[in-house]
């Protein structure tokens, strides 16, 4: 089964927020890692991804099992949720 064809509106709108030249947008575009995460970018919008601390030891900022960070779908740090030493 053939991957879904990300749009060109799409990477076109990363290239703006990213503020990229024409060379940069296409170097981003050669990573097939980008591809995946721009076919699943509509997917995410209005989402919250979660990673919690599963293991910590030696932690500077004194993270502990259980301490959860929050980002919001397009991969923002979502400031107000999260603990107070990042």
Known sequence: MAEEKVP???WEM????????????????KDP???KVMRTAVDMTGKTIVFE???SKGCNSQH???TKFFFSGD????TKMLPSKV
Not at 14 to 29: C, G, H, N, P
């Open 8 to 10: 060109d509106q799409l």
């Open 14 to 29: 990363m290239k703006e927020r990213l503020v990229y030249s024409d060379a940069e947008i296409e170097l981003f575009k």
């Open 33 to 35: 890692r980008n591809a």
């Open 53 to 55: 601390v599963v293991d």
């Open 64 to 66: 502990k099992v259980g």
């Open 75 to 78: 991969g923002n740090l979502l």
